[in-house]
């Protein structure tokens, strides 16, 4: 009878936890500005992602290291969708249409070059990237690069071969990148990172490219809002969207199906000296 009551009691704790599917998403992002003075001639960001034409590329991304190659392409699409939540009017060019256009102009063994060069150092060539802007048209290119990517679960309360409750976590690092291409400067720079974590009896982990897709609108978020960073802790099953809270420019709340709150509490944009700007120059 007691082994039959423990039975009945796991049965139980497993179909209950079959309906209980919980999502937390905690997300943190720093930016700033590098090239104030050239946000400043073109009247800010938003003026230069909505241009017609285009005068903005996305980079299909890099991704340094074995355990990382191939999610390049990864950061390109989550800054594609970013900019569809963030930016719903933006006239910037996906990874693949970039390189088609580059192709069409001649220079996608340029284009190689220059993202092989930036996933060995981290840089993009002042040289290429100004003869790639010239022959597209472009003026700016946005870069991500995915630092690093991590998936782990761990199973709880297993009693008589049955799984009670699964947890899986999916975190990733990333760095999004403005770049100016007729002067080969890095506009602005945002670095991030972001954990889904999901809990039930039959758990799937959070994407990557939800998790990535998630950092990516932050972080363009806090570009075209003048933020230098955001942080965001979020609990629910519901849809993820950041909004602007009423009356306060420096606050923003992820918006979900039920009343948990979470506050991305964020500050006025960080602006760094420019070379050549201190006293005496």
């Known amino acids: 009878m007691r082994t039959i009551a423990i039975m009945l009691l796991a049965a139980g704790a497993f179909a209950g936890g079959c309906a ?4 937390q ?6 930016s700033a500005v590098y090239a104030n003075s050239l946000l400043e001639q073109e009247k800010g960001a938003m003026a230069i992602l909505t241009a017609n034409p285009p005068r903005v590329g996305t980079l299909q991304g890099v991704s340094p290291g074995a355990p990382l190659r191939g999610l390049g392409a990864f950061a390109s ?3 594609r969708v970013g900019l569809h939540r963030e930016c719903p009017r933006s006239t910037v060019l ?3 249409a970039t390189v088609g256009l580059a192709a069409r102009v001649g220079k996608s063994r340029e284009l190689a070059k220059l993202l092989e060069d930036a996933n060995n150092s981290g840089i993009l060539a002042a040289e290429d990237l100004a003869a790639l802007g010239k022959a597209t048209g472009l003026d700016y290119f946005f870069l991500g690069t995915v630092a690093s990517h991590g998936t782990t679960n761990a199973v709880r309360l297993n009693p008589l071969g049955l799984t009670m409750v699964r947890s899986d ?4 690092n990333m760095i999004l990148q403005l770049w100016h291409a007729p002067s080969g400067r890095i506009v602005w720079q945002s670095v991030g990172d972001s954990t889904g974590y999901t809990e039930s009896v039959v758990s799937n982990p959070v994407s990557v490219h939800a998790v990535m897709s998630d950092l990516a609108a932050a972080m363009l978020s806090d570009l075209i809002q003048g933020r230098s960073r955001t942080t965001v802790t979020r609990v629910g099953d519901g849809p993820v969207r950041l909004e602007a809270e ?3 420019p420096n606050t923003h709340r992820w918006e979900e199906r039920d009343d948990e709150d979470a506050y991305a509490p964020a500050d006025r944009p960080e602006i760094e000296p420019e070379p050549g700007s201190g006293p005496g120059r």
């Open 25 to 30: 998403v905690g997300l943190h992002t720093r």
């Open 94 to 96: 996906t990874g693949p």
């Open 169 to 172: 976590w999916t975190t990733m």
């Open 77 to 79: 699409d989550a800054i």
């Open 246 to 248: 009423p009356g306060d």
């Open 20 to 23: 209980d599917v919980k999502l």
